[in-house]
């Protein structure tokens, strides 16, 4: 007799061992025990008990002595097998176990404890209904008013509404429970228990009708929507300058897609942007919205995802992780502002948004639609070579005229005897706007008063204990900290080594505040970064305060470069146009590109023409001149020649095998005997074909975080399957061998720092 047996992805499997491992499947459990749902196994030689899915249930199985399945976790499967399918692609692609996918996918709130109990239960509200005819129960209202009056208002209320929540029930007729429970064993009322969503903060007016559309967003409308009626799977990159009037385009593509009973997700880059987006897409489209981000309560974010897999909720709106939404019948995705370093996750699974939004549309049969103003250079290569379908919006919406920009040059400022970080052009400038009652936006990309503190007599630095990093120092409590592990400490008075006095250098953001509050002290000033908005909902408040108190000037960073749509604003300033010109990365020029134009793009969204100053050391450079003339045709066409010679992605992949571990040498001497087997192997044929270059070892940027040394080495070549598992097996050997044991390997491709 042929045994059932379950494929299962267990949680305990490490990276090195992961497979899908065979479990006999219990006759009693036979009937739960189906794909997509989880369960509890014996696992390794200790049989240690271990959670896994099921993937896939056969009869028979090539091994003889199985173990069997211990308990049944989940009444119904809470992965489809399209989900399935998904969690084995990414361990292919992303080189990370079947169930980092899974949990990557599923709500925190679904995962178990200890003792087996899900981390958040379903939220019911106790409601009473009326068990006989509204006729009867006026009757026995009438009867009762005078010895019960407040069963007979218990009733009444009920006649005219049938069922209502027990608690507002009691609350509006004033009854007491008794009266309530008399009502129960006289069996003229029932109560029973309804579930409730607990759901994120949603403003929801009137919906509003559909934009009107100028001539170049319906022509980018028609086209775009013909590829998303088609059937057939593709991706279109929808190119449009700041404010040109993208979202409107979305907002009548979504229409279309719920019109014929399909899902869609929109993705946004921060979380930041999702109240704006959600309040509104809300507007037009009502209940229907759901939000998917970390932001979250865990009761909500299970709610919502409850919410989306029984399609109450059929366009879901979030940050990267909303790519997982298990929407049923997927007519659409998109991803807003595409570009943006945030869609790729740094941790295991270390996936792209787009990738895995590129294999969803493949297996849906929809399309993607990618949408920037800056596009990333991958994606406008794919589009210019025909894998995309290209549009674009030229003109701002209503013919807004795009910002007047100005470059100014810091060197020139020092030179005159300004040591300051706001030059007198941008000082002049505010002070127009504080006077007309506009509003300004400043930014800068780096958190805190000053880049680091130094001795002016030693050379002293402080730094971080437990990362190869210089500390921040801000200025609210005194503190200096590290921006990767967390570390802080007071600031000494002076030199810690030598008594002489401290300097600091290099200005952040509460710098920035603090000489614009001794510029404009009868002004206030609003500052945006990780250190303003720890609070759930805090960037929300900040963001309804800036634009409905009209507060004078906002300074912060990349939260203020993007989405942001303020008609108030006609000036944005950029402190630092070099700090991100100069990082080790092949994207340093076109993040540096981006972030210009995002954030000049911030003004003149209103009737009131627009202005922007851009501070920079380095007026002469190439990017920050195409940037002041927001020409992405320019600096993509200098960018693509660059990366040609240099080999950069899209001519080639990089896929970074890095080494971690306590111990420096340690590290590097695992790591150079890896990158030789690597270089011997790619000699070797089928990889000696395939035109692949070994690049380092080499120390990580940041080579020490919290303790913990990074040593890499680069792969360039196709992302193509026979290299990923060229790259797989390395790992694992890796990983088995007994003098590697105290380090960890992982792969990624494409970083973006």
Avoid at 154 to 170: A, G, K, M, N, Y
Avoid at 720 to 734: G, H, I, K, W
Wanted: glycine share 6%.
């Amino acid at each position: 007799m042929a045994q059932t047996v379950a494929k299962i992805a267990v949680a305990a499997a490490t990276y090195w061992v992961d497979k899908p491992y065979d479990y006999l499947i219990p006759p009693e459990l036979a009937e739960k025990a189906v794909p997509g749902v989880r369960v509890y196994v014996p696992f390794s030689h200790g049989n240690r008990r271990s959670e896994g899915i099921i993937l896939a249930v056969s009869d028979g199985s090539e091994y003889e002595k199985l173990k069997a399945i211990t308990a049944v976790l989940d009444e119904e499967p809470l992965l489809s097998r399209e989900q399935i399918k998904l969690t084995l692609f990414m361990r292919e692609r992303f080189f990370c176990t079947v169930y980092d996918a899974v949990k990557a996918m599923l709500p925190a709130g679904l995962w178990f404890d200890d003792e087996g109990r899900t981390k958040v239960q379903d939220k019911t509200v106790e409601m009473t209904r009326l068990c006989v005819s509204p006729e009867e129960a006026s009757r026995y209202a009438a009867a009762k008013r005078r010895r019960a009056p407040q069963q007979a208002e218990l009733l009444e209320q009920l006649c005219s509404f049938e069922c209502l929540p027990s608690r507002d029930l009691l609350k509006h007729t004033g009854a007491s429970r008794q009266s309530l429970t008399a009502l129960c064993k006289a069996g003229f009322v029932e109560l029973y228990k309804k579930e409730t969503f607990r759901r994120p903060e949603i403003h929801l007016g009137d919906i509003e009708p559909l934009p009107v559309l100028n001539d170049e967003q319906q022509q980018a409308f028609t086209g775009i929507n013909a590829l998303a009626m088609s059937g057939k799977s593709g991706a279109a990159l929808l190119f449009g300058v700041t404010g040109s009037g993208k979202t409107s385009v979305y907002i009548h593509l979504i229409t279309e897609q719920l019109a014929r009973g399909r899902s869609v997700i929109l993705l946004v880059p921060e979380i930041a942007l999702t109240p704006q987006m959600i309040q509104t897409f809300s507007s037009h489209f009502g209940d229907t919205v759901a939000v998917l981000h970390s932001s979250l309560s865990v009761g909500e974010r299970y709610d919502e995802f409850k919410r989306v897999r029984s399609g109450k909720a059929r366009l879901v709106i979030g940050t990267r992780s909303a790519v997982f939404a298990p929407a049923d019948k997927l007519g659409l995705i998109i991803i807003d502002e595409e570009q943006e370093e945030t869609y790729k996750s740094e941790n295991s699974p270390r996936y792209n948004a787009r990738d895995v939004a590129i294999y969803r549309c493949a297996q849906a049969g929809c399309l993607l639609l990618l949408g920037s103003a800056t596009p990333d250079i991958v994606s406008m290569y794919k589009a210019r070579q025909g894998n995309y379908s290209l549009f674009t919006l030229r003109g701002r919406y209503n013919d807004m005229q795009l910002p007047q920009v100005e470059i100014v040059d810091m060197k020139r400022e020092l030179r005159r005897g300004n040591g300051t970080d706001i030059s007198e052009k941008l000082r002049e400038e505010l002070e127009d706007n504080i006077s007309r009652g506009e509003q300004s936006i400043l930014f800068i990309n780096r958190r805190g008063a000053n880049k680091l503190i130094s001795c002016g007599e030693c050379g002293y630095t402080y730094k971080c204990p437990r990362c190869s990093v210089s500390l921040t120092y801000h200025s609210a409590n005194r503190r200096l900290m590290c921006h990767y592990c967390g570390y802080s400490q007071w600031l000494d008075d002076s030199c810690p080594e030598c008594g002489g006095e401290l300097k600091h250098v290099g200005a952040g953001t509460q710098m920035i505040e603090t000489e614009l509050k001794e510029l404009f002290p009868d002004t206030e000033v609003i500052r945006l970064d990780t250190d303003t908005v720890t609070a759930a909902g805090s960037h929300e408040a900040l963001f309804e305060r800036f634009r409905n108190e009209k507060i004078p000037i906002m300074v912060g960073t990349q939260m203020v470069t993007k989405g942001l749509n303020f008609e108030n604003v006609t000036l944005v300033g950029v402190i630092s146009a070099d700090q991100s010109l100069y990082a080790g990365s092949f994207r340093a020029g076109e993040r540096t590109f981006s972030l210009l134009t995002q954030v000049v793009g911030r003004s003149g969204r209103g009737s009131k023409p627009g202005r922007a100053i851009i501070q920079t050391f380095t007026p002469e450079n190439e990017t920050i001149l195409q940037a002041s003339r927001q020409d992405y045709e320019d600096f993509y066409e200098s960018e693509i020649q660059l990366r040609r010679l240099r080999r950069d992605p899209p001519f080639a992949d990089q896929f970074t095998v890095t080494v971690t571990g306590q111990e420096e040498d340690e590290v590097r001497r695992a790591l150079d005997l890896l990158t030789h087997s690597l270089r011997q192997a790619a000699q070797q044929p089928p990889y000696r074909d395939m035109d692949l270059q070994i690049l380092g070892p080499a120390p990580a940027p940041v080579v020490k975080i919290n303790g913990s040394y990074r040593y890499r080495t680069m792969v360039l070549g196709r992302n193509e399957r026979q290299l990923r598992q060229l790259l797989a097996s390395f790992m694992r050997e890796f990983a088995q061998r007994g003098e590697n044991r105290r380090l960890h390997i992982y792969t990624d491709c494409n970083l973006m720092d």
